[in-house]
């Protein structure tokens, strides 16, 4: 009989992706347009809690 190993996890460090990609006014641009509609819908629940 013979026991088998146990699979080996890659356990290497990956680069994150936020900060592999340069910081440039393009990119920073683009990051704050696609926050914009989380930026509107917390606007309008503050709204809503001070009525």
Excluded: F, H, W
């Excluded at 440039?24 to 009525?51: F, H, K, L, S």
């Amino acid at each position: 009989m013979s026991k088998q190993q146990p699979e080996q996890r890659d356990l290497a460090p990956r680069p994150n992706p936020i900060l592999a990609e340069p910081a440039t006014p393009e990119n920073c641009a683009a990051d704050y347009a696609q926050g914009a509609d989380v930026r509107d819908r917390m606007d309008q629940q503050d709204r809503r809690e001070r009525r």
